[in-house]
């Protein structure tokens, strides 16, 4: 998979509020070989979305693969309480561009 | 209904933002035995719940209600709508029956109603805290009594039971209106009524809760059928289809989790879910089991209103001014707390949104050497009146136009204002102050229940 980023192998990658005080972020891959190459290699770890997200590793809520779905889900608490002063996101629907350039 | 299967309508995810009638109609014709549809959400924020207003409009909510109530006259199915509103409060329950009696009255239908009410009394809930049964829910600070006396409303997520208990007490029941409610409960409650397995239940009531977003593409009316050891996914647009792979990922959605799903009194675990596709369109699901919590927990949801907003909308275009456009903003700061010494520094706010830099991603955007060819930039000021809002966002736009930064060659503006007015109130703000577990020992003991007829 050289050269290629996780854009090119997901078919999803998506955020979403998760309640008010949670962002969510879905990974859902195009093929289950894909899927387990990730998931086996350890591509994806708490670190790296440690680093992506500038966010300590203890405050990581989920993360967790999900195999029926070929998925990786990854939940993070919002800066804020959603819809209060200084929103940026409501839905948190723009929040997954940093996994879309994770080399694999 | 039959002992061994239990067929369900849900017409839309949202009930308020319309659906298409005839695929909805195409439900109708298979009998299902209840029509199920949701109505809540915290997704648009907390200025619902704080300021009071509903979701949709009145004339929305009218017209869906319409096209369903037609429906559950002619062939005598049942209707259960959760989270009456959006936000679930007493007032828009009431709001609910009123347009229930409004379509009967000139229509001529007649319908036993039962209204579950879901708005805590704020001394039960102190009571509660008192007594500590009331813990955060997720990354939430403990709860303060303060912030229960100034939540506008505090309304409860109800579990099954109270709906459960409208079905034992009443066997006459065509419509149940409910408040703030936990989303599956409307598509669940028959299957647990009849003893089907709990894991399935649920678990068809968290897909179908959304209508068919689940399906590929995404639409709005979803039929499904629950059987003792699986559920049959089927969207009603013959041009959507159920896929294996569009239902398991729609599992996932919104959710923190994706195989452990917590709910009022218990856990829907996936982590055993078999998902199989039946056909073209149709995809069956099984394995999903419900694990029952030792403590029995509702959520609480509350908002507070924490003043007033405004904002104005400006644009750079200017290669220099962008360069400099921290010091731009740092200078405006301080010059409007200056000119503002009255005012107290902690009872107003500005937020620069820099559109361009880190607008959408704020705190967590990472890529910070970027050149923007443009810049959008909104200011954000919260403030305790309209008036000071509006007048502090008005000096700090001045301010900005005409602010000084090093190497400026243009000297007559500093920003490009598309909009008049050039500042612009947008009325009250609210934050969600609560958000809690309460634990209950009689899941029906806060709900009020109320039976009428139109």
Known sequence: MANKTLKDIAKVIRSKNA??????????????????EIKNRGIITKELISKLYNIPIEKIITFAYFDAANAIKITLPRPRPQGSIGETDMHAAQQHVPLMKIPV | MSNDEIKILTPTAMLGYGFPLKWFKKGIDRNPDVIAVDSGSTDSGPHKLGLGVMTCSKEAYYKDISN??????????????????????????????????????????????????????????????????????????????EEIKLATSIVAQMGVEPYLKIL???????????????????IAVLGIKKGFNPGLCWHLGKIMECGALCAEPAGKAMFGILKNDYFILEPLNPSERCTVASVAAHTLYEKTHPYLLPGPGGITDLSETVFEQLDDRRVKVSGSKFIPSDVYTVKLEGAKKVGYRSIFIAGVRDPIAIEHIDEIISRVENEVKEYFSEIPKESYQMVFHVYGKNGVMGEYEIEKNVTPLELCIILEVAAPTQDIATAICSRARTEMLHSPYEGRIATAGNIALPFTPLEIPLGGVCKFNVYHLLELEDPVEPFSIKYLEV
């Open chain 2, 68 to 145: 369903i109530l037609e429906a559950a006259h002619e062939k005598k199915i049942p209707v259960f709508i959760s989270s009456a509103g959006g936000d679930g409060t007493n007032v828009h329950v009431d709001e609910f029956i009123n347009i229930i009696k409004d379509i009967s009255k000139n229509k001529g239908y007649h319908f036993n109603i039962a209204a579950i009410y879901s708005e805590m009394e704020k001394s039960f809930l102190i009571e509660k805290l008192k007594k500590n049964k009331i813990k955060p829910c997720g990354p939430v600070e403990p709860l303060q009594e």
């Open chain 1, 19 to 36: 309640g008010p005080f949670e962002v969510t972020m879905d990974i859902i891959f195009k093929t289950k070989e894909d899927y387990e």
């Open chain 2, 168 to 186: 034992e007490e009443r066997d006459d029941i065509d419509i149940i209106i409910s408040g703030r409610t936990y989303d599956p409960v409307p």
